[in-house]
Each structure stands twice: as C-alpha cells, then as structure tokens.
C-alpha cells in the first residue's frame, strides 16, 4: 500500500512537473495566472495545475461579424460622412445607431431566415469574377431556385430590399423605421465587404485555417482599428445600387485568395505556442491569435482589413444618402414617433430573450459570428 501511494506521489510529482514546462512554453509572457512554483505542497500543486487547465480548455474565443467592434465602429463613423440635412437626426442618434449595429448577429438565434442574409458562399456557383452569374435576384431565382440561394446565403439582395423600405422610411417620415432600417442596413453592409462572408470556406474549415474567420474580422480590427484613417470624405449618391453592391461582393470575393494564402504561408513559419497566446476577457482567459502573429498577418495582407473596413464606411453612408435623395430629400424635422405594433414589440422581445439566453443554436448555415464557431 505505502508503495502504491510513494508511486502515486512520484507519478503526479512528474505530471507536475511536465505540466509546468508545457505551459511555460505555450503561454510565455500571456499567461494570466503564475504557474505552480515547485514549492508549492503536492495536493495544492495538483489542484493548481487542474485549474489552469480547466480555464484553459473550457473558455471559447468569442468571434464576431467583422467583430462586434468593428460592425459598431462602422456604423458610428458613417454618421459623420452625412450631409447637413440628415446629419442631425444621425448625430442625434448615433449612440443608437453604433450599438445597435449588431442586431442582426443576434437575431440569428431568434429568426430561421437570418442567417443567410449575412453572407453568399459564390464559390458554391462560380469563379471570380463570376460573369455569368445573375446579378438580379429574379434572374438568380431562375437559375438555381429560391430555396438553393436561401441555402448558400443571400446578402446582395438583403441590402437591396433594405434600400427600398429604407427609402419608404423616409417618405414616411417614419423616425423609428429610419434608424433601425439604417442601422441594419450598415450591418448587412460591412458583412459584404468582408472576403469570408463570400465563400463557403467561411472559416477555413476546409483548408485546416479554422479560426481565421474571427481572426480576420474581430482580432485585427480590435488590436490596431483604433489607429487605422478614418478619413474618407462625404457621401455620395450610388446611381446604380445593385452594381455597386456586386462591385463590393466580387472585390470581397477577389481577396479571398490573399486573406487564406497569406495565413497559410504565414503559419509555416510560426511555432504554434507563439501563434496562440491566452487573453483575460471579462472573467474568463481564452486562447486568441498572439499579437505577433496578428500583426504579422496584417502586415502580410498590406492593410486589407483597414481597406474593407473604409470600403464599409463608405458604402453605409452612400447607401443611406441615396435613400435619403431617391426619397425626395425630405426635411428631417419634424419626423414623426410612429409607436411599433404589438407584433413588432413581442418579435423585438423574443429575439432579445433568445440572445440573452442563447439556448437555441444559431439557425440555418453555421457561422462563427457569435461565438459558437
Ligand atoms: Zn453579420
């Protein structure tokens, strides 16, 4: 017996002891916690060890569209892209407007037929440039069936529809529908310009990248969005939506090459223990792309994402100044507090449940936007 315990004691010493030297590499300067020191007594040591791993091995990374942060970065500085007449209604609302930018993430747990209006997987159709695909939603109807495009994602057409109750909105002069629809709208927007909302290997799921997706979109933007140019100049009237909308999407798609190439190469070069590093968020640590190894992929891809997060900017408020025009420019004051329906209220209140509790997954096509990659 005494035997049995004295190679207990040695084998967990042992353990211990590898312990320590694993996580020492793989967290290097990042770990939020010391590691047991070797003076610690054997039962604490043990219970140390099984701790770190338990947060270690239990906290996901949250990942988000174009991460929370970025959507909401977007939509607060398209505001300031907007002519006098409708600036103040905008500024007035801006908080609004940035925090609301990622309901339709939200929404996914609550609606069936959100999910595929954040993204169209084009490879699942054709190659860039794609020029015999139909750019009208009529004519892509025709070609490959409703149900067959809801499957593969639909966001060309979402922010067209959107454009015109936008465009309704203001007619109305309806205060409520305009800053929801135009905070939605910027939503649906920005997920365009993001090249891995344009393909089916949304995640890198089929290349061995699976990760990249919120790597792309919420790592880099948060770490260095804060310094990127936001200059970008006025709003301006878009004569023909629909092209420029699929100008975005094949500009998205365009890079694609470049945003999964790039990563490939870039973590040939890298060991993994200083590809990863772990990261205190709240209450929890989880593991996330090392700042090095994000800042090498940003550099790699030559400012890509402050490009599409600009290209986002842009098109937002573009996109709410034509509203605004094909409208007929009506004076935004006054504008009228049309009080929402009871259907309205209770649909509002249930999505807002379903993405407090989270319960339910996420409909229709899996995406890595609100952490459940
Ligand atoms: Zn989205």
Known sequence: MKAFFFSLRNRLRFYISEFRIVMSATCRSQCLLPLPTPSLKLPTAAAYCLLLT???LFQAQPAHAWGFWAHKRINRIAVFLLPPEMMNLYKDNIDYITEHAVDPDKRRYATADEAPRHYIDLDRYCTFPCADFPRRWDDAVAMYSEDTLKAYGIVPWRIQQMMYWLTDAFKAKDKNKILRLS???GHYIADANVPLHTTENYNGQLTDQVGIHGFWESRIPE???EDYDYFIGKAEFIQKPLDRIWKTILESHQALDTVL????QLSLTFASDLKYAYEKRGQTVVRVYSQDYTKAYSKLMDGM???RMRSSIKMVADVWYTCWVNAGSPKLNPLYDVP???EEKLQLEEEQRRWRERTNPQHGHPHPE???E
Not at 261 to 264: H, I, L, P, S
């Open 261 to 264: 190439g790039f990563e490939k």
């Open 340 to 342: 929402l329906s009871e």
């Open 54 to 56: 338990l947060l270690l």
């Open 370 to 372: 609100t952490g459940t």
């Open 223 to 225: 770490l260095f969005g």
């Open 183 to 185: 905070t939605e709208l």
């Open 305 to 307: 994402v402050e490009r």
